[in-house]
Nanobody, 126 residues
């Protein structure tokens, strides 16, 4: 069974930092694209950041540019999200996702991803 397992969520004060990690199998890690999504209470899930393999580029939502950094650790099959300058509006459940069938045309579209983690809660207090 393909799994993606997130960790690193928690409670932090505004302005603080957290680092999320997502560990998966080597097959899933080699997907066309790996991404982070989040879902705040009462809102739809939204794309936060994505990284395409083979030099396809790294993308961020405008709301997190300059504060969040997505990276891959090939030795550990791990996708990470370094979150700095956290704001209360960043409070959400964060999910990692993989597109194993092909490179997403639109990295923000949930339907482009076929493997998902269970999510990790991030809460930012004011």
């Amino acid at each position: 069974q393909v799994q993606m397992v997130e960790s690193g969520g928690g409670l932090v004060q505004a302005g603080g930092s957290l680092r999320l990690s997502c560990t998966t199998s080597s097959y899933t890690y080699g997907s066309y694209c790996l991404a982070w999504f989040r879902q705040a209470p009462g809102k739809e899930r939204e794309g936060v950041a994505a990284v395409y393999i083979g030099g396809g580029g790294t993308y961020y939502a405008d709301s997190v540019k300059g504060r969040f950094t997505v990276s891959r650790d090939n030795a550990k099959n791990t996708l990470s999200l370094q979150m700095n300058g956290l704001k209360p509006v960043d409070t959400a459940i964060y999910y990692c996702a993989a597109a194993t069938y092909g490179a997403p045309y639109n990295w923000r579209a949930e339907g482009e991803y076929d493997v998902w983690g269970q999510g990790t809660q991030v809460t930012v207090s004011s």
